[in-house]
T-cell receptor
Framework: GAGVSQSPSNKVTEKGKDVELRCDPI?????LYWYRQSLGQGLEFLIY????????KSGLPSDRFSAERTGGSVSTLTIQRTQQEDSAVYLC??????????FGSGTRLTVV | GENVEQHPSTLSVQEGDSAVIKCTYS??????FPWYKQELGKRPQLIID?????GEKKDQRIAVTLNKTAKHFSLHITETQPEDSAVYFC??????????FGGGTRVLVKP
């Protein structure tokens, strides 16, 4: 939506390959979140960046998942050695006005 | 950490009837409770929210209630219309923390 751009919108990758997903928020939002939504399921928290603080990585499902946020703006979520169970929609969100999220349109990842 | 439970998982109502979705949370420090609507293939969109210093909030056909003592909150949709068909998620947030979402409720409004 307005304020958060994600790319690519769709990604099909072979099992075992690495993928990078990008989130590009408008400037000024210090809090950035990654969530995962499997087909027909809820929103699973992955990782959270807040300013210069150490990120909250408590939701990352395995050490194949990592994320970084450069310059307090763009964030990339990297999945190494992808597995079929990684197939999902990956959503990035920013904290809006101190409460609530504005979500990006997501990246639909399919691992074949 | 916070745990949010949401019921029912599916809800089918006749057009014009009311729909109620209920959520409970575990962390008494949570003080912000938004509701999101997600239409098929689209991103979740914030539809209404409530903070812990109020017990009820209304916006046209939707309303939310909060019972801090019991740690539960509800979404009420009156005079349902087909365009209300979607998945609805509740969430809870403690100050400066992430949102924890409920499992979602799939609402179907039958014409």
């Amino acid at each position: 939506g307005a304020g958060v751009s994600q790319s690519p919108s769709n990604k099909v990758t072979e099992k075992g390959k690495d993928v990078e997903l990008r989130c590009d928020p408008i400037s000024g939002h210090t809090a950035l979140y990654w969530y995962r939504q499997s087909l027909g399921q809820g929103l699973e928290f992955l990782i959270y960046f807040q300013g210069n603080s150490a990120p909250d990585k408590s939701g990352l499902p395995s050490d194949r998942f990592s994320a970084e946020r450069t310059g307090g703006s763009v964030s990339t979520l990297t999945i190494q050695r992808t597995q079929q169970e990684d197939s999902a929609v990956y959503l990035c969100a920013i904290m809006d006005r101190g409460y609530g999220y504005t979500f990006g349109s997501g990246t639909r990842l399919t691992v074949v | 950490g916070e745990n949010v439970e949401q019921h029912p998982s599916t809800l089918s109502v006749q057009e014009g009837d009311s729909a109620v979705i209920k959520c409970t949370y575990s962390d008494s420090a949570s003080n912000y409770f938004p509701w999101y609507k997600q239409e098929l293939g689209k991103r979740p969109q914030l539809i209404i929210d409530i903070r812990s210093n109020v017990g009820e909030k209304k916006d046209q056909r939707i309303a939310v209630t909060l019972n801090k003592t019991a740690k539960h909150f509800s979404l009420h949709i009156t005079e349902t219309q087909p365009e209300d068909s979607a998945v609805y998620f509740c969430a809870a947030q403690a100050a400066g923390n992430k949102l924890t979402f409920g499992g979602g409720t799939r609402v179907l409004v039958k014409p």
